[in-house]
């Protein structure tokens, strides 16, 4: 079991950056492959990156490539994403998710295959 608390959400304005981190309790947080999913209003929840075990592979959505970037430092039981250059479209809540399956089964960001889930950190982008 591993409990997942979401952190840095807020209000910026398009164009700026956030780094949101996402801190983990319980068993050892390199057993998981990490992901992260956002949630907009009226809309379905959808994949935004995920990261292997050991932090050398990862996979981003085309939405976010080239502007958002996960990583993990097993040390310190995190796993972040660093969202630069913000658009409005980016207004979401942010969910941080752990699964125990392999990375060829997660790293398509297939939400039903990961087992933990945060409670989530809000992102608002104003224009």
């Known amino acids: 079991q591993v409990q997942l608390v979401e952190s840095g959400g807020g209000l910026v304005q398009a164009g700026d950056s956030l780094r949101l981190s996402c801190a983990a309790s319980?068993?050892?947080?390199?057993?998981?492959?990490t992901a992260w999913f956002r949630q907009a209003p009226g809309k379905e929840r959808e994949f935004v990156a995920t990261?292997?075990?050991?932090?050398?592979?990862?996979n981003h959505a085309d939405s976010v490539k080239g502007r958002f970037t996960i990583s993990r430092d097993n040390a310190k039981n995190t796993v972040y994403l660093q969202m630069n250059s913000l658009k409005p479209e980016d207004t979401a809540l942010y969910y941080c998710?752990?699964?125990?399956?392999?990375?060829?089964?997660?790293?398509?960001?297939?939400?039903?295959?990961?087992?933990?889930w945060g409670q989530g950190t809000q992102v608002t982008v104003s224009s």
């Open positions: 998710a752990a699964g125990t399956g392999s990375w060829l089964l997660l790293y398509r960001g297939a939400q039903t295959k990961y087992n933990y």
């Open positions: 319980g068993r050892t947080f390199s057993s998981y492959v």
């Open positions: 990261i292997s075990r050991n932090g050398d592979s990862t």
